[in-house]
């Protein structure tokens, strides 16, 4: 039996990045992150906007054919995201005259076919993920703590979820007392420290950001199984232990080194006028 997965991937075109998700067994993607890479528009909704008025076949297929699927946006929470399947983006593109167009439309046969390969092997997903990673910049010692801090995070938020957690909002507020005892700061007060503004904390921390963030959740792992704590009322001080362990480690090393563990440092391109990580 095939189960449903949810979890957002990302795919590159050209160096754009587009967001794709499994849908009734087959990858659906981002129609925004789409247009944004054939067309390079500063303003994505205006253009689909336009688009839809000029192509009226195209709006009356566009209701039933584009639908909102969850994603991680680029802020790093989970939104409903429009979305088209391979079938439905090749219908769009012939709406958008651009150079583009046909190596795009290349590139998504076989993106297309990915699906498959890893149904077939589950560890194609986490080799294209690693692959990504490289391809931006990464170190080979910083992807594997970040493959690892993956991992850790999908055993945290699938305890929530088995104590009754509900999904997003309170998965948010309980990352935040996690982040808030671990560093000092919430995630959303963490991404203004760094300078981020729509970008995934997380891929912007260096080693020991990571490590630490690690520790936080896994320890609220631990303290959620053992106190058998249900529900989101429960969870909350579960989870401001979890930080408080890593917090306490993460304030030693500090007082041991002479160095703060948070930093101002991140990935950002340098069009965005930041340092990368040393």
Not at 159 to 166: F, I, L
Not at 245 to 262: F, H, I, M, N, Q
Request: hydrophobic share 30%; glycine share 6%.
């Amino acid at each position: 039996m095939n189960k449903e997965i949810t979890t957002t991937k990302i795919a590159i075109f050209q160096r754009k990045e587009i967001r794709k998700t499994i849908h009734k067994n087959e990858w659906w993607f981002s129609v925004a992150d789409v247009i944004e890479a054939l067309t390079d528009t500063v303003d994505v909704k205006d253009y689909i906007k336009k688009m839809r008025k000029r192509d009226k076949e195209l709006n009356s297929y566009w209701g039933t054919n584009c639908p909102p699927l969850e994603m991680v946006a680029k802020d790093g929470k989970k939104r409903k995201i429009i979305s088209a399947n391979t079938e439905g983006i090749f219908r769009i593109i012939q709406s958008i005259p651009s150079p583009k167009a046909e190596p795009f439309k290349r590139w998504l046969a076989k993106v297309g076919y990915e699906r498959v390969q890893e149904i077939e092997d589950p560890e194609l997903g986490t080799k294209r993920t690693r692959a990504l990673y490289k391809a931006k910049g990464y170190s080979n010692a910083w992807i594997e703590k970040r493959m690892r801090g993956i991992e850790v995070r999908e055993t945290l938020t699938n305890e929530w979820k088995n104590r009754g957690v509900k999904e997003r909002q309170e998965y948010a507020i309980l990352t935040a007392e996690i982040s808030k005892a671990t560093f000092g700061m919430t995630s959303s007060e963490y991404q203004k420290f760094k300078g981020l503004k729509r970008k995934n904390l997380r891929d912007h921390m260096n080693d020991l950001e990571i490590i630490f963030t690690m520790l936080g959740e896994t320890s609220t792992t631990e303290i959620a199984k053992n106190k058998n704590s249900q529900g989101f009322n429960e969870n909350k001080p579960v989870a401001k232990e979890g930080g408080n362990v890593a917090g306490k480690a993460r304030k030693d090393l500090e007082k041991r080194s002479g160095k703060k563990v948070s930093t101002k440092k991140n990935y950002l391109p340098k069009t965005e006028n930041r340092k990368r990580l040393n």
